[in-house]
């Protein structure tokens, strides 16, 4: 649904303040609005966070691409419900999160089931923890292999509360918004996914050594 | 172990553990949790294995937008010129 409210420029201004005009299809001159430039700018400087979260809610790379490009078209479309000195990335991870649950419900998938978990010091113990362990040589004893296996088997429900608090450094109150779910449900998810994630890693990494 | 098996504080530390990696807890529940770690080695290596493990999930997930993509967002960018009026 076109709406030749601004036109855009297919070059960046060089300097604030300044920014270039262009006929319109209905040729009338519509200047871009300068705000559109800064949201754009701001939004394009995410792409790394918004990346990692993607990646890692979805299965395969090709996905992951597929899902930023379309949270970015949608977010560049509807950028005027930005709020300026709010979140951007918590923003820009809603759409992310909302396109995903779409396409999720298109491929209409089971209801994922929470993996087996362990309390919260039961890693440290597998791994042999104990008053005189060091801690920096158990931490080294986890390789990122295993460690991205367990998160991609963790269910949906779990595994994006994790990477959105973890990976894209969102309080629990915007995991919640996000999400649109309660905090205390933000928590809950997120403390199980953890210990899911730590049994993974542990039986994993104790098997290796044995 | 189980958490009941553990001393109590010992499992208040546990229970504790993720709010305060996460630094949610207020001031006063800080305070008691740091006077039990300075007390117990078994919690305050637990507690730093925890924050290492945080560590090691963001390494390993740290993987930058691939160059063509980020190149690919900015044509989307600048090919959009509409509002979409929400």
Known sequence: ????????????????????RQVADDGVDAPIDPARLV?????????????RVARRLTRDYQAAEDLVQEAYARAFRSWRSYEQGTNLRAWLLRILHNLAIDNARKKQR???QLGLEADDYYLYERLGGDPVAD?????E???????????GNLALPFREVVVLVDLGDLSYQEAANVLDIPVGTVMSRLHRGRRVLKKALADHTAEGAA | MSTQARPAPCAHAERSMQSYVDRVLSVDEVEV??????????CAKCY?????????????????????????????????DCDEIS
């Open chain 1, 110 to 112: 089971a209801p994922e």
């Open chain 1, 1 to 20: 649904m076109p709406c030749p409210v601004a036109t855009k420029a297919t070059t960046r201004p060089a300097a604030a303040g300044w920014y270039p």
């Open chain 2, 48 to 80: 730093r294995f925890e924050a290492g493990v945080r560590n090691v999930v963001r390494q390993a997930c740290d993987e930058p937008c691939p160059d063509a993509l980020r190149a690919q967002l900015r044509r989307i960018c600048d090919d959009c």
């Open chain 1, 141 to 151: 004893r986890l390789s990122p292999g295993p460690v991205l296996d367990a998160l």
């Open chain 2, 33 to 42: 949790v740091e006077r039990h770690l300075a007390v117990c080695p078994t």
């Open chain 1, 39 to 51: 949201f754009d700018e701001q939004a394009l400087a995410l792409a790394d966070d918004v990346w």
């Open chain 1, 135 to 139: 801690v920096d040589l158990l931490v």
